[in-house]
């Protein structure tokens, strides 16, 4: 079992839609939670953090945990064509930054 | 977000040389620094994860002696790629996180090819 494993997609939605990325990872001992959005070619750039269980928001992103469920996964509301990349969660265990495979998302104008 | 610069963006070496990659936080102190490499189409792979002033910790099949990873300050950590061949291409990328449990921020990454 991967430690961290996401859908590889692609996840295609229309412009408008609600995009919704899903992650699940191995270790129940994880305290810190990660979404990266990564463009091609370049380096994957920070969305949101994730610490506790519940829902947190930030302007169109919402990320939700589910510790007991080990479950981590990121909606984007009212998709834009340039939120099209792979979006990259990352699970912090002993010090390490571990990510999942990715999923590539493509909004469709 | 903070602030991790990465150089050189790009570099072309021959088979048989050095390179060295340069990592800096430059609005915050690093206390760690994880480096990665990334072949196209595939995910983040963590080779090396080290602590300011501490020997780096390597993943499984990395070998220590070809990729060296020097961290002696807060705010600047290396990645030399030793005796470079072509199957070293790659893009690295690094990381930086501060003090406590807290998110990392990568830098521009190195596009290293070599011939």
């Known amino acids: 079992q991967k430690e961290v494993e996401q859908n590889s997609g692609p996840l295609s939605v229309p412009e408008g839609a609600i995009a919704s990325l899903n992650c699940t990872y191995s270790?129940?001992?994880?305290?810190?939670f990660f979404w990266y959005r990564q463009y091609s070619g370049k380096s994957p750039e920070l969305i949101m953090s994730i610490y506790s269980n519940g829902d947190k928001e930030d302007g169109r992103f919402t990320a939700q945990l589910n510790k007991a469920s080990q479950y981590v996964s990121l909606l984007i509301r009212d998709s834009q064509p340039s939120d099209s990349a792979t979006y990259l969660c990352?699970?912090?265990?002993?010090?390490?930054?571990?990510f999942g495979q990715g999923t590539e998302l493509s909004v469709k104008p | 977000g903070a602030v991790v610069s990465q150089h050189p963006s790009w570099v072309i070496c021959k088979s048989g040389t050095s390179v060295k990659i340069e990592c800096r936080s430059l609005?915050?102190?690093?206390?760690?620094m994880f480096w990665y490499r990334q072949f196209p189409k595939q995910s983040l792979m963590l080779m090396a994860t080290?602590?300011?002033?501490?020997?780096?910790?390597?993943e499984q099949g990395v070998e220590k002696d070809k990729f060296l990873i020097n961290h002696a300050s807060l705010t600047l950590s290396t990645l030399t790629v030793t005796s470079a061949h072509p199957e070293d291409s790659s893009f690295y990328i690094c990381?930086?996180?501060?003090?406590?449990?807290?998110?990392?921020?990568f830098g521009q990454g190195t596009r290293l090819t070599v011939v």
């Open positions: 080290s602590n300011e002033g501490s020997k780096a910790t390597y």
């Open positions: 990381s930086a996180s501060g003090v406590g449990d807290t998110e990392a921020f």
């Open positions: 609005d915050f102190q690093a206390t760690t």
């Open positions: 990352a699970v912090k265990k002993g010090g390490k930054l571990i």
């Open positions: 270790d129940r001992g994880s305290q810190s």
